[in-house]
């Protein structure tokens, strides 16, 4: 493979410059990370997994009208996405007491809450992207807010759209984090689209019968294998075989490269094909 431009690397994934103006490549990594990175591993087959079921749900959501920045998938660890202004926050919706809010507020994990919790935290790794409000927002311009308007809004939809998903699949969505982009039209119109990733990796997910933690916090809290896990949720969504794909810490790539590629042909007609961001990048 010719050698290709990394423009960014993350804890879990690497974006790398695209085939053509306006496209990047995104890369899965096996890497999982917990509590600010204190916590690493490098678990075969994780990327592999998040990489087709982040193409699925983003398929399925601009489905219903969420414009998102997945183009096609390219191979079994990467995806061809539209490149965007990633806005500096992410939105999390809760709908039921999990992790952080627990030790924030010592609300007992498990509780439903009486409606859908969004929250924003400021993306900042070094300073563990923390809780901010929406005044926070407008008064460091991270986003204005016709903006934070729209990333609610969607940020309600998609909850709508994956509480029903993962319930007739026998799962819970427990909470999720969304993060999202700007991109701009030929003539300076501003859109707002669902970026990154929607996998295991940022949604909590448990088991309706048993309760079970099929999600990272397996991973954050020593629960069991993630790959079982993330394997389950892939199974369930019918993506992979019930086999599965990753066995004995590895990955059956012959397999896994037969899985039918995922294209998101809406995102392929879509009028925003060959924006261009203002900032030239």
């Known amino acids: 493979m010719a050698r290709r431009k990394k423009i960014y690397e993350g ?13 990047f490549i995104q890369y899965f990594k096996d890497d999982a990370t917990a509590f600010n990175a204190e916590k690493k591993a490098v678990i075969a087959g994780k990327g592999v997994l ?31 996405i539209r490149e965007v202004e990633i806005i ?23 509780a439903i809450l009486n409606r859908p919790l969004v929250e924003f935290y400021y993306k ?18 991270w986003a204005d807010p016709y903006e934070l308007e729209e990333m ?27 993060e999202f982009g700007r991109i701009y039209g030929e003539h300076g119109e501003l859109y707002i689209i669902l970026a990154d990733e929607v996998s295991p990796d940022n949604c909590r997910l448990w088991d309706a019968k048993t309760g079970e933690k099929l999600d990272k916090d397996r991973f954050r809290y020593d629960l069991g294998d993630l790959v079982e896990g993330y394997q389950y949720i892939a199974k ?46």
């Open 11 to 23: 804890k879990a994934k690497i974006i790398y410059e695209g085939p053509e103006a306006g496209t």
């Open 50 to 80: 998040n990489n087709r079921i982040s193409a699925h749900l983003m398929t399925k959501l601009e489905g219903i009208g969420i414009p998102t920045h997945f183009i096609r998938s390219i191979n079994m660890r990467e995806q061809l």
């Open 88 to 110: 500096p926050l992410e939105v999390v919706v809760r709908n039921v007491a999990a992790g952080s809010l627990c030790k924030r507020l010592g609300v007992q994990e498990g």
């Open 124 to 141: 900042k790794d070094e300073l563990g992207d923390p809780l901010v409000s929406e005044e926070h927002i407008f008064t460091f311009g």
């Open 152 to 178: 609610v809004a969607m940020a309600w939809r998609v909850n709508d759209f994956l509480n029903g998903l993962f319930s007739g699949i026998g799962l819970r969505l427990i909470d999720f984090k969304l």
């Open 236 to 281: 369930r969504l019918g993506l992979i075989p019930e086999d599965g794909i990753v066995k004995g810490g590895s990955v059956n790539e012959q397999l896994a490269e037969k899985l039918e590629l995922i294209e998101n042909e809406l995102a392929a007609k879509r009028k925003l094909k060959d924006v261009k961001s203002p900032k030239g990048r």
